[in-house]
């Protein structure tokens, strides 16, 4: 997968320049630069963004977004995870091609998801079929009357001296059997149909993710929804997030609709995990306000366990509002947020630009697995990923049920930042920067991985 895609911005420039009817000259005199320095620019050839980019943009008459979205980012992003996806060597144009036309690589990306969702329904109606008896017994039951009325429609072709009321009972017979036939063909479309999910390969959750993504996850409206609302009284952890989010699914559900509806998002699956991901991050506001809660993160260095004593909250909630620090102006160190399963399946993403989460199960190098063996600890790792080191931290967290004797439900949760910002986090305090050696060399994933001779790989080539 790697880092957050970066489209070219050039070429739009130079596009929007030539529409305005200007020369490369006239723009870089407008502006204050060379001629030759503009041509470097508008062949991607150097960086550009603050002051100058808003002259430009200011020159030729449209917002300095047009040249540098973040969903234009995020959409190379994942053409990018397609693209490795679906073959063994990456595609290295994805950017160019959502800098060429955003239309057509939000059809490819959508045909993709679409074809790879297809295919995992069919996987699992497949499995169903094979394995559920009921499922079973309707196959012969409908095996068997095909083969009754085959047999008795072969009678009836025979036999030209046939009388009459022996020839209406083998009719009757025939459209009876052909009755039951259509009554179980029914009954089995209707079970097979039950349980399939619509999701399967994921699609519900990148249209979430992508709408989360495009929004830098920072509701403003929601925000301050939350600071006008009471505070939660006492009580565990758990029990002041559900009295939050009661409260919230009051005082905030026209803001939550209002951000669902405005999205546009595809599923009604989407469109309820959307919702539920607003209310969460809606309680989550009201639980730890905004102000008091990064104040609190700076002065602690972001110590989890220090935030979860203060505003008392559980280690996830506390990571995942880490996780939500990003009003302009006032923004956090950028985590990513990451939440696995035993099984290794990932429940809960929020990415950054700088690192980009897998969707369907990281390198197994990662801490976040690790958690699992050590209860109640709070493990870290300083990893290289393809050039890029990352600050990682993770625990493993249970959630028990309400009522009932069922086991406790068990993730891992991790954080993941820049290394560059490590010096503010107090769990960068066990690598110091000349212990390079402490640093692990991992990748995303295995399909994507360009590390070689890895003993942990799955798919490719291994050490062992």
């Known amino acids: 997968m790697g880092s957050m895609a970066r489209v070219p911005i050039g070429d739009r420039i130079r596009s929007r320049r030539r529409s305005a009817g200007l020369t490369q000259r006239a723009l870089a005199e407008a502006i204050g630069v060379s001629p030759a320095y503009l041509s470097l ?12 980019l808003h002259q430009i943009a200011e020159r030729l008459g449209v917002p300095p977004d047009t040249f540098t979205q973040l969903s234009d980012d ?8 397609v693209s490795r996806a679906a073959i063994d060597d990456a595609a290295p144009t994805a950017a160019e091609l959502v800098a060429f036309s955003p239309a057509w690589a939000r059809l490819m990306l959508s045909l993709y998801e679409r074809a790879v969702t297809a295919e995992a329904q069919t996987d699992q109606l497949s499995e169903k079929f094979q394995r559920d008896p009921q499922s079973i017994t309707f196959a012969h039951d409908i095996l068997s009357r095909i083969t009754s009325i085959r047999a008795t429609a072969e009678i009836l072709s025979d036999a030209d001296g046939m009388a009459g009321a022996q020839r209406d009972r083998f009719i009757c017979a025939i459209v009876a059997e052909s009755a039951r036939l259509t009554t179980v063909t029914r009954q089995m479309v209707d079970v097979l149909g039950t349980g399939a999910d619509p999701d399967a390969a994921g699609a519900d959750v990148r249209a979430v993710d992508a709408f989360l993504s495009d929004r830098a996850y920072h509701f403003p409206a929601l925000e301050m929804a939350a600071a006008e609302a009471p505070s939660p009284p006492g009580g565990t952890g758990r ?32 469109v309820a995990r959307a919702r539920g991901a607003l209310l969460r991050y809606a309680a989550g506001a009201m639980v730890m306000p905004y102000g008091p809660f990064l104040a ?8 989890i366990d220090g935030l979860c004593d203060t505003f008392g909250v559980s280690f996830e909630q506390a990571a995942h509002r880490l996780a939500s620090l990003r009003r302009p102006g006032a923004e956090g160190i950028p985590f990513a947020f990451l939440r696995v399963d035993p099984a290794g399946i990932v429940s809960k993403r929020l990415s950054t630009r ?22 109640g600890r709070t493990l870290t790792q300083m990893v ?47 690598f110091p920067p000349a212990h390079t050696h402490l640093t692990t060399a991992a990748g995303y994933e295995c399909r994507a991985c360009t590390r070689e001779k890895c003993a942990q790989r799955a798919h490719g080539e291994s050490a062992l």
Not at 239 to 268: C, H, Q, S
Not at 296 to 303: G, I, L, S, T
Not at 356 to 372: E, K, M, N, Q, T
């Open 41 to 52: 620019i508008e062949s991607d050839k150097r960086q550009i963004g603050g002051r100058l």
């Open 239 to 270: 029990e002041r997030f559900r009295f939050a989010l009661g409260v919230m699914a009051g005082a905030a559900g026209d803001l939550i609709d209002a951000e669902v509806t405005n999205a546009a998002l595809p599923t009604k699956g989407a």
């Open 384 to 430: 290289d990923l393809e050039g890029e080191r990352f600050l990682f931290l993770a625990r493993a967290v249970e959630k028990r049920p309400h009522r009932g004797a069922q086991p406790a439900t068990r993730f891992a949760v991790m954080l993941g930042a820049p290394a560059d910002r490590a010096d503010e986090i107090v769990y960068a305090d066990a």
């Open 354 to 375: 700088a690192l980009r989460l897998p969707l369907h199960g990281a390198c197994p190098l990662w801490i976040v697995y690790g958690a699992f063996s050590a209860a």
């Open 296 to 303: 609190a993160a700076k002065a602690m260095r972001y110590d």
């Open 74 to 81: 995020r959409l190379a992003a994942e053409l990018t995870e």
